[in-house]
């Protein structure tokens, strides 16, 4: 029996193409495993109204982790006319799949690694070395929202919050209200694992992305928490900054963070951020992490413009294929891989089209191959 049980989730789009991509590595890499196929993306919610199929769930929980490569989401009116026809008019819903995998697992832990390889024509800078922990499953993507603003809770909003006498005189129908929900808990385990991945590889900070000064029960929760979580880790220290400026002190001195940890919307915004400095969509991997399973993708979506062409950049998925290694804790494979992705960027002979080459995905996953 192999070491580990892996699922392999390609989705549909240019997820095809990565994921063709992370096999040849996978190979040479010769990893102790048994890959399953598994379905995920569009063409299961065209065919059978649910885009993360029961069988899928099962087999995910039967698998050590999975590799996600990329799926297509359309909007409802949309994704209503693609069903098939004997799906239509069942009141059938599309939710995200990704979203809905971060639920079911818990994978509380967004990891986003942003480093620059040197030689990378896209690098905003050669120095850069970000690591974006972004929560996961709470905040503004909790999906606890409403439009109209239901009565009952108006009414009570409006006798327990003073700040209410703003919408005074505006008609429930016309107020949405989306909720930023955290827990102690939730903001405890997500500030410890950027501390804990800080005293493994040895930084000297974690720096604290949030905005207390202004939204201060959810943010205020969460630099209280980050203090106490601090007070653990004597040789690191905690920055505290407010999103806003730290978006503006990204770009004017990237170098001088290492560490970030943020909630959900905030850690989602500066982690593209982060993304972009170091090269942007085709360098852009990340972990999806919980206590027991994970998984592991690039940041950039299906590209369906491009899909079958095999002509994107695979780096994103194959440093997602090196998230998984250290997790699983194959950290020789998984640094093996990252200094063969290097490698090849820096000789700069197989680059794909947005490096300004002509390369094809399978041949710049096969140069990163030749390296290891
Ligand atoms: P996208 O990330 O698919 O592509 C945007 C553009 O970025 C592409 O047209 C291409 O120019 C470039 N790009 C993306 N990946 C690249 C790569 N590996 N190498 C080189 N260039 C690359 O985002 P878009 O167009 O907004 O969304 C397309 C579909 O993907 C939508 O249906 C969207 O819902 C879905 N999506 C899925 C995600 C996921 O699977 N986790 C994440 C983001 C979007
Ligand atoms: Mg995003």
Redesign the pocket.
């Known amino acids: 029996m192999a070491k580990y049980r892996i699922a392999l989730m390609p989705?549909d789009?240019?997820g095809n193409d990565?994921m063709d991509a992370a096999k040849i590595v996978l190979d040479k890499l010769a990893l102790d495993a048994e890959y399953v196929n598994t379905d995920i993306g569009w063409e299961f919610w065209c065919k059978e109204g649910e885009p993360l199929p029961v069988r899928t769930i099962s087999t995910l929980k039967e698998c050590d982790c999975a590799l996600f490569a990329?799926?297509?989401?359309?909007p409802k009116e949309e994704a209503a006319r693609e069903l098939a026809p004997e799906l239509q008019d069942k009141g059938l819903v599309y939710r995200s799949p990704?979203v809905r995998l971060r639920q079911v697992f818990d994978l509380y832990t967004n990891l986003r690694p942003c480093k620059a390889f040197k030689g990378n024509p896209l690098n905003y800078r050669d120095d850069i070395d970000l690591v974006v922990f972004r929560e996961n499953t709470q905040g503004l993507y909790s999906g606890v929202e409403f439009h109209p603003l239901p009565e009952e809770l108006r009414g009570v909003l409006d006798i327990l919050s003073p700040n209410m006498t703003a919408f005074q005189g505006i008609a429930s129908a016309d107020i949405a209200l989306s909720t930023r929900i955290f827990t102690r808990q939730g903001c405890q385990r997500i500030v410890r694992r950027a501390f804990e991945y800080a005293k493994q590889f040895g930084y000297s900070s974690v720096t604290l992305v949030e905005k207390p000064n202004v939204i201060r029960e959810t943010s205020g929760l969460m630099v209280r928490e980050a203090r106490k979580i601090a007070a653990e880790y004597p040789g690191i220290e905690l920055w505290e900054t407010n999103v806003d400026a730290m978006a503006m002190w990204l770009i004017k001195n990237p170098q001088n963070y290492g560490v970030l940890v943020s909630s959900n919307m905030f850690g989602d915004i500066i982690s593209d951020l982060a993304a972009q400095l170091v090269g942007g969509?085709?360098f852009a991997a990340s972990g999806n992490i919980g206590d027991n399973f994970a998984v592991f993708?690039?940041t950039?979506?299906?590209?369906?413009?491009?899909a079958g062409q095999y002509k994107?950049?695979p780096t994103?998925m194959i440093l997602a294929t090196k998230l998984m290694l250290d997790w699983l804790g194959e950290t020789e494979m998984g640094t093996r891989l990252e200094q063969a992705v290097a490698r090849t960027i820096a000789e700069g002979k197989v680059c794909?089209y947005?490096m300004g080459g002509n390369s094809g995905t399978l041949e710049m996953a096969q140069a990163i191959a030749d390296r290891l």
Do not use: F, M, Q, R
């Open positions: 989705g789009g240019i990565v990329a799926i297509t989401s359309k990704i969509l085709g993708e690039p950039h979506g299906s590209a369906p413009k491009y994107v950049n994103a794909t947005d």
